[in-house]
């Protein structure tokens, strides 16, 4: 089945402890992203990668960091969370120049106190 | 100014009737426009895009757009209690040599049985 998983989907946390969301596909889709969602704010863009090695800042980069050395794995990395982080999270993926259709991941709802 | 604009409602229609969804973007250089609907607590999904002027039908959804003024809009005839959900409006522009999905803020419809 195709799909997009992420884990954990639900994190409890404390400031300044670092923790990675995993995000893996399995479409061997070029381009995977990660957003943000919050009350009356909608969707916003944390980073996204046009492949292996290639990543650039979305609308939100401060505090995050991602990496992507596989095609299937794109994890998000919050070095030091602070409680304005506290976010639904979701990875989504598509497969390139022409292909716009992208695909969500289940979420991450994350609480950083 | 926002890029993606929608009315954040709610929009509340009977059961059968047409619900009427708008959204605005700012960016003339845009070039692909999508309708999401993500039920509460899970992820987007896709159920529209449009790529140029006019109608596009799919089943009971249509979208419209209308480049010149910058609106794209959804419509969903006989509208079900089960279509009851937030409806965003995503626009994915070319920058650079990647694509950017914007999304705005969303529009929640409650269809009334």
């Known amino acids: 089945e195709a799909q997009v998983t992420q884990n954990p989907r639900y994190l409890i946390t404390v400031t300044g402890k670092k923790l990675t969301v995993t995000c893996s596909q399995n479409?061997?889709?070029?381009?995977m992203s990660w957003y943000r969602q919050d009350p009356g704010l909608g969707l916003r863009q944390i980073y996204y990668s046009m492949n292996v090695e290639v990543t650039d800042k979305g609308d939100v980069p401060e505090g995050y960091k991602v990496s992507r050395k596989e095609k299937r794995n794109f994890p998000l990395i919050l070095e030091s969370p602070s409680p304005n982080q506290t976010s639904l999270y979701f990875c989504?993926?598509?497969?390139?120049?022409?292909?716009?259709?992208?695909?969500f991941g289940p979420g991450t709802r994350l609480t950083v106190t | 100014q926002k890029e993606v604009e929608q009315n954040s409602g709610p929009l509340s229609v009977p059961e059968g009737a047409i619900a009427s969804l708008n959204c605005t973007y700012s960016?003339?250089?845009?070039?692909?426009f999508f309708w999401y609907r993500q039920y509460s607590g899970k992820s987007p999904e896709l159920i529209m895009s449009?790529?140029?002027?006019g109608d596009k039908e799919d089943g009971r959804f249509t979208a419209q757009l209308n480049k010149a003024s910058q609106y794209v809009s959804l419509l969903i005839r006989d509208s079900q209690p089960s279509d009851s959900a937030t409806y965003l409006c995503a626009v994915n522009k070319r920058v650079g040599s990647a694509r950017q999905l914007t999304f705005g803020s969303g529009t929640q419809l409650t269809v009334l049985p």
């Open positions: 960016d003339r250089v845009s070039q692909s």
């Open positions: 989504a993926s598509h497969l390139g120049t022409g292909a716009h259709e992208q695909y």
């Open positions: 479409m061997n889709h070029e381009y």
């Open positions: 449009i790529y140029s002027n």
